[in-house]
């Protein structure tokens, strides 16, 4: 068989990222859009639905945006289904939403603890749950879960979210081994250290205009000396989500300026 760009082309495909106002989620969006597909996303209220659909009209992208939360099964099929009939049958699921709390363990409250894991790995098997019974129908179909450092890495105050993120790699290997037989891909990106909202707090300027000492660290801790910027993950998301990666199954895909691969600079 030939090979071209056609391999990485989503034309005619409906990708639906969750939390895709801003930040990670409307880059991949972006990219998926650029190579094709349509995009839908959701959100948690009716102003940031409303920020999103601003940013991807800016962005000359037609996206659809709906209400609900990935943490409520009802609301993720009630959503689902107004998705199937107004725009049509997903073909690619990002799960991206996530929150992070930074509390040290113990400190941390089960409830804070249960949000986390609750958003971050059972709201990813609420919504590829909704979604892979269409795509076995369809004649398969592509889950990106997004992944993390915390994925394979531990750190102070990231408890309950590296063990969410430990989850969903595990998820993402278990949709694999079941659904695989159904050409159904699931799939990770573990981005590295992102310039995000997310990670703002990280990156604070200090009173006397210093990096913040997590800034300086990260920087020292990456071989390629920077933070991630969103676009870094658009490659892989298209990659991850076209037939050119249609024998890819159960793999993270680290985009993470080479952190996994390395030691750290000597003292
Ligand atoms: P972000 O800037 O905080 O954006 C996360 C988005 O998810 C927000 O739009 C947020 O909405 C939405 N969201 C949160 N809870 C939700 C829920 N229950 N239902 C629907 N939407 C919800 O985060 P980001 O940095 O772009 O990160 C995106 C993903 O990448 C997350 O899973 C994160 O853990 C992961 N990640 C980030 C980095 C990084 O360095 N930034 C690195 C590795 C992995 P609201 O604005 O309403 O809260
Ligand atoms: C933290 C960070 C991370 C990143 C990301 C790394 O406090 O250590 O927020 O967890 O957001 O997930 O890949």
Same mark, same amino acid.
């Given at each position: 068989?030939?090979?071209?760009?056609?391999?990485?082309?989503?034309? +005619? =495909?409906?990708?639906?990222?969750?939390?895709?106002?801003?930040?990670? /989620?409307? @880059?991949?969006? &972006? *990219?998926? !859009?650029? %190579?094709?597909?349509?995009?839908?996303?959701?959100?948690?209220?009716?102003?940031?639905?409303?920020?999103?659909?601003?940013?991807?009209?800016?962005?000359?992208?037609?996206?659809?945006?709906?209400?609900?939360?990935?943490?409520?099964?009802?609301?993720?099929?009630?959503?689902?289904?107004?998705?199937?009939?107004?725009?049509?049958?997903?073909?690619?699921?990002?799960?991206?939403?996530?929150?992070?709390?930074?509390?040290?363990?113990?400190?941390?409250?089960?409830?804070?603890?249960?949000?986390?894991?609750?958003?971050?790995?059972?709201?990813?098997?609420?919504?590829?749950?909704?979604?892979?019974?269409?795509?076995?129908?369809?004649?398969? +179909? =592509?889950?990106?879960?997004?992944?993390?450092?915390?994925?394979?890495? /531990?750190? @102070?105050?990231? &408890? *309950?979210? !590296?063990? %969410?993120?430990?989850?969903?790699?595990?998820?993402?290997?278990?949709?694999?081994?079941?659904?695989?037989?159904?050409?159904?891909?699931?799939?990770?990106?573990?981005?590295?250290?992102?310039?995000?909202?997310?990670?703002?707090?990280?990156?604070?300027?200090?009173?006397?205009?210093?990096?913040?000492?997590?800034?300086?660290?990260?920087?020292?801790?990456?071989?390629?000396?920077?933070?991630?910027?969103?676009?870094?993950?658009?490659?892989?998301?298209?990659?991850?989500?076209?037939?050119?990666?249609?024998?890819?199954?159960?793999?993270?895909?680290?985009?993470?300026?080479?952190?996994?691969?390395?030691?750290?600079?000597?003292?």
């Amino acid at each position: 068989m030939e090979f071209g760009t056609e391999n990485f082309s989503l034309k +005619g =495909k409906v990708a639906w990222v969750t939390g895709a106002v801003y930040g990670i /989620g409307f @880059e991949i969006a &972006s *990219a998926l !859009a650029g %190579a094709g597909a349509r995009i839908v996303f959701n959100a948690l209220n009716d102003n940031d639905v409303q920020q999103g659909l601003d940013a991807y009209r800016e962005a000359g992208i037609e996206a659809h945006g709906y209400v609900f939360d990935v943490t409520d099964e009802a609301g993720v099929q009630e959503g689902l289904k107004k998705i199937k009939e107004e725009v049509g049958s997903v073909d690619i699921l990002v799960n991206n939403a996530g929150i992070i709390k930074r509390i040290p363990m113990v400190e941390m409250s089960a409830e804070d603890w249960r949000q986390v894991i609750d958003v971050d790995l059972t709201g990813p098997f609420i919504c590829a749950k909704a979604v892979i019974p269409d795509m076995i129908e369809n004649g398969g +179909g =592509k889950i990106i879960n997004i992944c993390s450092m915390m994925s394979e890495l /531990g750190r @102070e105050t990231v &408890s *309950a979210y !590296a063990a %969410a993120k430990g989850g969903l790699k595990m998820l993402t290997r278990n949709i694999a081994s079941e659904y695989g037989e159904f050409n159904i891909q699931c799939n990770g990106i573990g981005p590295g250290y992102i310039e995000t909202p997310q990670t703002a707090p990280l990156r604070e300027r200090q009173p006397d205009g210093s990096r913040h000492p997590f800034d300086q660290f990260i920087i020292s801790k990456t071989p390629a000396a920077r933070w991630g910027r969103t676009d870094d993950l658009a490659g892989p998301a298209v990659f991850l989500a076209s037939s050119a990666s249609n024998f890819v199954n159960g793999h993270v895909l680290y985009v993470d300026g080479g952190i996994l691969a390395y030691i750290g600079k000597q003292p």
